[in-house]
């Protein structure tokens, strides 16, 4: 057998623990026996988890559904060969929204990158219970059956062979438990980015002129994943499809966008600033002068994205028609 199977009364009361043994045929090495021990315990509720490296072996005890859930683990992960895509859902005995899923991660190419990915849906779908198992890169979640199908919608976006095509990604739609309004869920891929830091700069621009709360990056494809309200996702595909564009040398600003509450959002190039230092220069001098909190850059092509009121964006638009003048008189 491949695991005994020991019951035995820890009371006379209904309820009783249950231990159980299971014997490790496949996941080798004291770390990765380690690792899955801990995953057992965060995943299926186990206090008393002790993995024996020697002997290969973890030993369980606690109510019949936490041994349950832990068996699930072990059929699932103590094999020759994982699978190379997910498990089937595992519903979690007296909860119907009580769901555990594994999802395997081949394309992640380095354990950091596998752990990126991990941090993105933890955050996005507000899993509390996320557990990583490095060598077969398995990604072992637990949450609700809303939780679980984000997760499933971001592990089949993210984990894309380096080789494959892609293109932004529909619009999932989360349930609204928290009455926020924050459900759509959508990864933007950025390839017109040459650098993590031009990725990261476009990602902090996004984060802080849509004012959204939840944007996470995966380095690895250049795929920004973003949480929000549909006017905040709609003005980032705006944003970042705008930053895609090159520059013409004619281009001067984009057309201004209005959002819901009135605010105007429009992105100037000022692309006569000599170095990014001066770029920069320009972009504090316009946030001092206008009293505007939104004005954030993006280096590469001299783009400046700017929120506020039309009159606040108007007083920008003039600021830098006056500092165009100003430089082509020299």
């Given at each position: 057998?491949?695991a ?5 009364a ?6 009783q ?16 026996q ?5 995953m ?9 988890a002790f ?32 699978p ?5 859902e ?5 909860n119907?929204?009580?769901?555990v899923?594994?999802?395997f991660l ?23 219970r996320v557990?990583?198992f490095?060598t ?9 059956a ?11 976006e ?8 892609k ?6 739609q ?15 891929y950025l ?11 476009v ?13 996470f ?20 595909d ?6 895609a ?9 984009s057309?201004?966008y ?12 000022v ?25 954030f ?18 007083m920008?638009?003039q ?12």
């Amino acid at each position: 057998m491949r695991a005994t199977l020991i019951l035995f009364a820890m009371s006379a009361a209904i309820g009783q623990d249950v231990s159980r043994v299971f014997h490790l045929h496949h996941i080798d090495g004291e770390k990765d026996q380690q690792e899955f021990a801990a995953m057992v315990r965060t995943i299926s509720d186990i206090r008393q988890a002790f993995p024996d490296t020697a002997q290969k072996t973890l030993s369980v005890t606690g109510p019949a559904a936490q041994i349950a859930t832990a068996e699930f683990l072990y059929t699932e992960l103590d094999r020759q060969t994982v699978p190379d895509s997910v498990s089937q859902e595992y519903k979690v005995a007296n909860n119907a929204d009580d769901v555990v899923r594994l999802f395997f991660l081949p394309n992640t190419a380095t354990i950091q990158a596998f752990q990126e990915v991990a941090t993105t849906i933890r955050t996005i779908a507000e899993i509390r219970r996320v557990y990583t198992f490095n060598t077969p890169r398995t990604l072992a979640v637990r949450g609700t059956a809303d939780q679980i199908a984000a997760a499933a919608f971001m592990v089949n976006e993210l984990n894309q062979p380096a080789s494959a095509k892609k293109a932004d990604s529909r619009v999932y739609q989360m349930i609204d438990t928290g009455n926020h309004g924050e459900t759509a869920v959508r990864v933007f891929y950025l390839p017109y980015t040459s650098t993590i830091q031009q990725f990261q700069e476009v990602a902090t621009l996004t984060r802080t002129i849509a004012e959204i709360r939840r944007v996470f990056t995966y380095n690895a494809t250049k795929a920004m994943v973003v949480r929000g309200t549909a006017d905040q996702l709609a003005l980032t595909d705006w944003m970042v499809h705008e930053l895609a564009k090159p520059v013409d040398p004619s281009t001067l600003a984009s057309q201004p966008y209005t959002m819901d509450d009135q605010s105007v959002v429009r992105v100037f190039y000022v692309k006569d600033a000599p170095t990014v230092a001066a770029f920069q220069q320009v972009a504090t001098q316009i946030r001092t002068a206008t009293q505007i909190r939104r004005v954030f850059t993006y280096n590469a092509t001299k783009a400046m994205a700017v929120r506020g009121t039309a009159a606040q964006l108007a007083m920008v638009d003039q600021m830098l028609q006056d500092r165009a003048r100003q430089v082509a008189a020299k």
